[in-house]
């Protein structure tokens, strides 16, 4: 069975420093791997997927993540970070061969905390 | 564009009532979903549909009811409320190629 973790619960970081958010899955077949963010009273929105291609994956916000096979890994980054990035960040994956049908799981979820 | 619209947006149940979380989509998405999420938990996947009439249970469907009558719709059901009930709900749905689309939640408190 496929399963996420997400090691940091909490990542605290000043306004305009990079960040890493870690995430790593298990999965025994090729997986889609996606993060999502949740800000406050709202619901998940995607940050960026990976399906297939290229390693390197760019999404909204000056977010990237880099799918690593070898170490089973899918973290995210951000070289300088806003006030505004302050969220939920969760890593799920999907071991679906439809891309439209998702039956994701989730991981636990990382809270960036951004100060100034 | 209205996107998945949840409602209601809060509710207090007392144990052993039963209630219904209403979700619909206006994006004409065949894949609909129903998610919890409990603090430090991330998200279980309770039911989902792959179109209307075609429903399926997810990781955590015990204690809900769930139909697809229409692909707008899709209600989750309540029957006998209990307190590990109490969490925040998250409708979603999708379609193809694109990603999930979220509701902003109800968040449901059982006493």
């Known amino acids: 069975a496929q399963s996420v973790t997400q090691l940091d619960s909490q990542v605290p970081v000043f306004e305009e420093a990079p960040v890493e958010l870690r995430c790593n899955y298990s999965?025994?077949?090729?997986?889609?791997l996606f993060w999502y963010v949740q800000y406050p009273n709202q619901g998940l929105q995607l940050l960026l997927k990976?399906?297939?291609?290229?390693?390197l994956v760019k999404g909204i916000n000056g977010f990237e993540a880099e799918f690593n096979k070898s170490q089973t890994s899918f973290h995210l980054r951000k070289p300088s970070v806003h006030i505004s990035d302050t969220a939920e960040y969760f890593c799920a994956v999907s071991e679906s061969l439809n891309p439209g049908f998702q039956k994701l799981v989730f991981g636990t979820g990382t809270r960036l905390l951004v100060s100034p | 564009n209205a996107g998945v619209t949840q409602t209601p947006k809060f509710r207090i149940l007392k144990i052993g009532q039963s209630m219904t979380l209403q979700c619909t989509q206006d994006?004409?998405?065949?894949?609909m979903y129903w998610y919890r999420q409990d603090p430090g938990m991330g998200l279980k996947l309770i039911y989902y549909?792959?179109?209307?009439?075609?429903?399926d249970k997810g990781e955590v469907p015990n204690g809900y009811n769930v139909s697809r009558s229409t692909t707008e719709d899709f209600p989750l059901r309540l029957e006998l409320a209990a307190p590990s009930q109490t969490s925040v709900y998250f409708c979603a749905s999708s379609t193809g190629t694109t990603p999930l689309h979220f509701g902003n939640g109800t968040r449901l408190t059982v006493t």
């Open positions: 994006m004409n998405h065949n894949y």
């Open positions: 990976y399906l297939s291609g290229s390693t």
């Open positions: 999965s025994s077949v090729s997986v889609y």
């Open positions: 549909s792959v179109g209307a009439g075609i429903t």
